[in-house]
């Protein structure tokens, strides 16, 4: 839902931003120019103690950041800075490091001007992490969350871990979100006079998170400082299941960057020259689907270009759809270690990071993540810390990491006839998925859930289930599949391969229980809008981000 639509502003506003080199923030510098502002980078301890108004985007582990700004000398002028009152917006992890500790770096002290400690989400019947679109009930009448007095207005979170209200934190609570029965509601926002803090990220909500952060500097550029009120907001917020929009990107035979989509894995034209499908340029179809309601992008780039990545032109469509596409934005392909033109190796590392500067919020690891869990089952469930998965998710958090996963059915007569989960299925036929690798071209011996298991187990933090036999067949989700993979790991599974009709959606969401369901095909043909996804999902009574 949008209160209004995202302002627009003719008066720039000096911030000063802290960036300690973690994460995408090329978005929320992109979210922070459109809604009028002036950036000027802190590089030294005495910008953080001249600025004017401080933000301070946190992406990572809570250790990694604190560690950071220890490294940089930035941790006494950040503290000084927040407890003298002025202006202050931390977002995500940087409003947890506003707190004394985490429990995800035991022993690692937090700036200690709230107090309490960030904890683990305990309940083991949610997902984790809290992925996706989820509302926020006010609990004072600050003027930063005016706009939003309904329950309808969602915002974007991710994050494994997060802080309880106590009485000792009280004065500060803002906001709660409520996720899972037994979890009691965490605190989403906090906010003491100009220092303000969110779990959520506004510049991936679209609409609501732009007038979140104009409110914010409407409020700080005041000469009165904030008196807050209590307010509570009646009722409970609910996780809404989000509906992903993929695009298969590759070059075509002329070179240019297409869309494509194929059945079965197969992109190129039945008939006819036998040209790779071109169903539209991707920055443009990006920016068409954010404006139609996708909760989130995914480009996959199915042609994995070769030679230098950080040429390579899926960086420059990153760049471009972040200016306009204020949702979460995935990039899967080739996301593995290289060797370059000059003989010089790049770790995977490298190239997830060349990625997440250019805009993405996550990275889709495919053919690498089955080599990965062959080593971490050979090693006796055992990660070595070398695989990318590792890698990655240690220096950007779990909740960048998303494993890709291909399976196919192999059928089989009974459940004893294989070593592997073997699931009935519609029809009532006995079958396993076996993992494929290289675009479903090669088999291995692994189902999809062990693949699934070994990669949680490493660190990552969602599964993308795509499904080799009803790819292209918009027949509908493999509902068997979905269902199993939900009771085998915690971390959010997506829906994906087999959709045609608002009512797949629907099928997969009651049967199944994903957190995400995701179409490619259908939406890039204008075949069946995401708009009209969401309208039939929400009129079936299912929670979703209203477009």
């Not at 709660?176 to 605190?187: I, M, P």
């Not at 992008?297 to 199915?302: A, D, E, G, K, S």
């Not at 479903?440 to 298991?453: Q, V």
Request: charged share 25%.
């Amino acid at each position: 839902a949008h209160p209004t639509a995202a302002p627009t502003h003719t008066v720039m506003v000096k911030i000063t931003f802290l960036d300690y080199g973690a994460g995408n923030i090329r978005s929320l510098r992109n979210a922070l120019t459109k809604v009028g502002c002036e950036i000027e980078d802190v590089k030294s301890a005495d910008d953080i103690a001249n600025a004017r108004i401080l933000v301070f985007p946190g992406v990572g582990s809570f250790g990694a950041c604190m560690e950071n700004l220890d490294k940089l000398g930035y941790t006494e002028a950040l503290r000084s800075y927040v407890s003298a009152g002025r202006s202050f917006f931390g977002i995500c992890l940087g409003m947890q490091c506003l707190f004394e500790s985490s429990e995800e770096s035991p022993g690692v002290k937090g700036l200690g001007v709230i107090p309490g400690t960030v904890r683990q989400f305990t309940d083991p019947s949610i997902s984790v992490p809290h992925m996706g679109w989820n509302a926020i009930r006010k609990q004072t009448d600050s003027a930063v969350l005016a706009p939003f007095a309904s329950l309808d207005h969602r915002f974007y979170f991710v994050h494994s871990f997060r802080v309880l209200p106590t009485p000792e934190n009280k004065e500060w609570v803002l906001s709660l979100t409520d996720y899972g029965s037994q979890d009691a509601a965490f605190v989403s926002s906090v906010q003491k006079g100009r220092v303000c803090g969110c779990q959520f990220h506004p510049e991936k909500s679209g609409d609501n998170g732009l007038n979140l952060l104009s409110a914010f500097l409407k409020q700080a550029q005041e000469e009165s400082v904030p008196v807050l009120n209590p307010t509570p907001t009646e009722g409970s917020t609910v996780l809404a299941k989000r509906i992903i929009a993929c695009l298969d990107v590759r070059e075509n035979d002329a070179g240019d960057l297409v869309v494509t989509k194929g059945d079965q894995y197969d992109v190129r034209e039945k008939e006819g020259e036998g040209d790779v499908k071109n169903l539209g340029k991707p920055v443009e179809l990006a920016r068409r689907y954010s404006d139609e309601g996708a909760d989130e992008v995914t480009f996959l780039n199915i042609t994995s270009f070769r030679g230098e990545v950080v040429d390579a032109p899926m960086l420059r469509v990153l760049e471009m759809t972040s200016e306009h596409v204020f949702v979460p934005l995935c990039i899967g392909g080739g996301i593995r270690a290289y060797k370059d033109a000059k003989g010089v190796q790049h770790s995977s590392l490298d190239v997830a990071a060349a990625y997440f500067r250019s805009g993405a919020d996550k990275v889709s690891i495919g053919s690498d993540a089955v080599e990965a869990a062959e080593k971490y089952y050979a090693a006796g469930n055992k990660g070595d810390g070398t695989s990318s998965i590792e890698e990655i998710s240690r220096v950007y958090g779990r909740q960048a990491v998303v494993i890709s996963v291909d399976p196919k059915r192999v059928y089989v007569n009974s459940k004893d006839e294989s070593k592997h989960t073997v699931v009935e299925v519609p029809g009532g036929k006995l079958c396993w998925w076996q993992c494929t690798v290289k675009g479903g071209r090669e088999t291995r011996d692994m189902d999809a859930f062990e693949l699934a298991k070994a990669c949680e187990a490493l660190g990552a933090g969602e599964i993308l289930l795509n499904c080799i036999d009803m790819d292209g067949q918009n027949a509908g989700f493999d509902t068997a599949l979905v269902k199993q993979m939900k009771a085998s790991v915690r971390i959010p599974v997506i829906a994906s391969s087999g959709a045609g009709k608002p009512q797949h959606f629907i099928d997969v969401f009651r049967a199944s229980n994903p957190d995400a369901g995701l179409a490619a095909g259908i939406f890039h043909r204008r075949e069946v809008g995401i708009d009209e996804v969401k309208k039939a999902v929400i009129e079936g009574g299912i929670p979703c981000r209203g477009v």
